[in-house]
């Protein structure tokens, strides 16, 4: 089983402020995806990562792939209050799977 | 368009007894089939996952077992639920490595 681990977990801010999300593990994965996932729901893609040191933008969001495909990043800019949910990275290896992280409630604050 | 059924929604059944919980894929043929579990505002974990009728692996050792047998159907059982056993199951599917994931709408299991 690969372990990623996410942090902070739990992260709560006023809107307008900057945040940053780590998804870190000692694999190494062929690609990584972001998800956010709303109370009761299933989880819905963000973005996938697939090379290493690849940084990938949507609107306010900045992802990252580190350069030793073990780790990323999600960076918000000016958090809005329609940003608040769980945040969840995942990483595919070579055997079909998709593992995912342990998750990082983000509240965003009006 | 391919859509994903996962039922039932919730789900509250008795220490001791058996679970099926099921999951069909439409509009698409040979997905990769995925069962998760979601403990309370945490991540998922992966229990099992299919590449094709009948092969199914398992990441987890537990108390739970999987099949698929048919193309789009993966069904998650137990011949006996413990109490650990609650929690949010996510069935997803997905074209294959690198690709987005699609998640069902999960089912909430709460063993009593």
């Known amino acids: 089983t690969q372990l990623l681990e996410q942090s902070p977990q739990f992260l709560s801010i006023q809107e307008g402020e900057n945040l940053t999300v780590y998804c870190n593990s000692s694999?190494?994965?062929?690609?990584l995806q972001w998800y956010r996932q709303e109370p009761g729901e299933g989880p819905v893609l963000l973005v996938t990562?697939?090379?290493?040191?690849e940084v990938k933008k949507l609107k306010r969001l900045t992802f990252q792939f580190g350069d030793a495909r073990k780790d990323s990043s999600l960076h918000i800019t000016a958090a809005q209050p329609g940003d608040t949910g769980l945040y969840l990275c995942?990483?595919?290896?070579?055997?079909?799977?998709?593992?995912f992280g342990t998750g990082t409630r983000l509240t965003v604050i009006p | 368009s391919q859509t994903i059924h996962q039922w039932p929604a919730t789900l509250v059944q008795p220490v001791g007894s058996p679970l099926s919980l099921e999951c069909t894929v439409e509009?698409?043929?040979?997905?990769?089939l995925y069962w998760y579990r979601q403990a309370a505002g945490r991540g998922l974990q992966l229990l099992f996952y299919?590449?094709?009728?009948?092969?199914i692996s398992s990441e987890v050792p537990q108390n739970l077992s999987a099949s698929r047998p048919q193309d789009r159907q993966f069904i998650l059982s137990s011949k006996k639920l413990l109490l650990s056993d609650s929690g949010f199951y996510l069935c997803?599917?997905?074209?294959?490595?690198?690709?987005?994931?699609?998640f069902g709408q999960g089912t909430r299991l709460t063993v009593v």
């Open positions: 694999s190494v994965f062929s690609s």
């Open positions: 997803a599917w997905s074209f294959g490595l690198n690709t987005e994931a699609f």
């Open positions: 299919s590449v094709g009728i009948g092969q």
């Open positions: 509009g698409t043929s040979n997905p990769n």
């Open positions: 990562v697939v090379t290493g040191g």
């Open positions: 995942a990483g595919a290896t070579g055997a079909n799977n998709l593992f």
